[in-house]
């Protein structure tokens, strides 16, 4: 599985740590640190700033199972692996690829358009009721005279 991730400090800070940064990550998707591998480093090209670390996460056997791989994913874009802040600032997941995963990848990237989709339909719909209810209980009748 390959991770790009962008850090907020510079790269001159994250080369001392790398070994950190592979002990982080792999406690943070309950991995050893044998199958973290930090393979690149190098300055973002919009922010000299920020660093660009590329990871591959390597199964111990032939591929991660499913139910593996969509944990890690999981883990890593949702920021829920914890970053030493003081030593690698805040991190983003620029992306996370997973070859002849993609249909669970796919799944889980539809499954949460339709939650979206839903939540959105869901705050219209009580809108539209509250205008629709403060309309009616505005309105008056009067009988035809």
Not at 13 to 22: C, D, K, R, W
Not at 50 to 56: E, G, L, N, Q, Y
């Amino acid at each position: 599985m390959k991770v790009r991730l962008v850090l907020g400090v510079a790269p001159l800070l994250v080369f001392p740590v790398i070994t950190e940064l592979e002990i982080e990550v792999a406690s943070g998707t309950y991995l050893k640190q044998s199958q973290v591998r930090i393979i690149g480093v190098s300055a973002d090209d919009k922010n000299r700033w920020r660093t660009i670390v590329d990871i591959d996460l390597v199964p111990l056997g032939e591929k991660f199972d499913n139910t593996t791989a969509l944990l890690l994913y999981e883990r890593l874009w949702h920021h829920k692996v914890p970053l030493n802040r003081s030593l690698f600032g805040g991190y983003a997941t620029l992306y996370i690829a997973y070859p002849g995963s993609s249909f669970i990848f796919l799944i889980t990237f539809y499954f949460i358009i339709i939650i979206c989709y839903c939540m959105r339909l869901m705050q219209l719909v009580s809108r539209y009721s509250i205008i629709t209810a403060t309309w009616i209980s505005n309105w008056e009748w009067s009988p035809a005279q």
